[in-house]
């Protein structure tokens, strides 16, 4: 079992261009949070997905962010028309159930810096 | 306010020494976690709480539901612990409750 895995591990793009982070979780798991960690920041939820469903985007921007668990492949957060105050950390975690009572697994993170 | 707030935020100490990370939280959670995160690498998750005591290895992780208090302790400590400790909740209502919500982390050094 590879666990959590995020691709790109560092993605560099001009502003106004399109980022794409993809992350695949355990086998076994259908359950997929994406978190935020901006500079010398603390981490932030941004939206939890189940296959094929969004099931809380509370914490997504409501522009430019999108997030997809399509049935087959790994999860994609994509940003459109980046700005430097998107450069960050971004960590998917993945989990076999829902709520908190079960133990989430994070990815190596993708850092993402827009020049 | 955060409604997670960890203390210290920074911590320097002796190869061997004790450690106490705390965590205290404002409000309701179903189950609160201890993450531990690298310079630049990924997040690895220590603990996860509900009440109780934890163990494993030279880590040990308490909680008190009523006091909404968590402390984080290393035993023996040695310079490859030295990373972020991060304190996490999942709230028991709210924007985002089926996400964590987390401390803003301890840096802890831990010199040779």
């Known amino acids: 079992n590879a666990g959590v895995m995020q691709n790109p591990r560092h993605l560099v793009r001009r502003r106004g261009q399109e980022a794409r982070l993809r992350c695949s979780p355990m086998k076994g798991h259908s359950h997929v949070y994406w978190y935020r960690q901006l500079p010398e920041e603390g981490l932030k939820f941004m939206v939890y997905l189940q296959k094929e469903n969004i099931i809380d985007e509370s914490g997504m921007p409501k522009e430019r962010f999108s997030a997809e668990f399509p049935k087959e492949g790994p999860s994609i957060l994509r940003i459109q028309q980046v700005v430097r105050g998107d450069s960050a950390a971004y960590f998917c975690?993945?989990?076999?159930?829902?709520?908190?009572?079960?133990?989430?697994?994070f990815g190596q993170g993708t850092r993402l810096t827009v020049v | 306010k955060n409604e997670v707030e960890q203390s210290p935020q920074n911590l320097t100490a002796q190869e061997g020494e004790f450690i106490t990370i705390n965590c205290s939280y404002s409000?309701?959670?179903?189950?609160l976690h201890w993450l531990q995160q690298h310079p630049g690498g990924g997040i690895v998750s220590l603990f996860m709480?509900?009440?109780g005591k934890k163990k494993h290895g030279r880590l040990i992780a308490t909680i008190n539901i009523q006091e909404k208090h968590s402390s984080l302790h290393i035993t023996a400590s040695h310079p490859r612990d030295s990373a972020v400790y991060i304190c996490a909740v999942i709230l028991r209502s709210g924007g985002g409750a089926d996400g964590l919500t987390f401390g803003k982390g301890t840096h802890l050094i831990i010199q040779p």
């Open positions: 709480l509900s009440s």
């Open positions: 409000v309701g959670i179903s189950a």
């Open positions: 975690a993945s989990s076999l159930m829902r709520g908190g009572n079960t133990e989430a697994f």
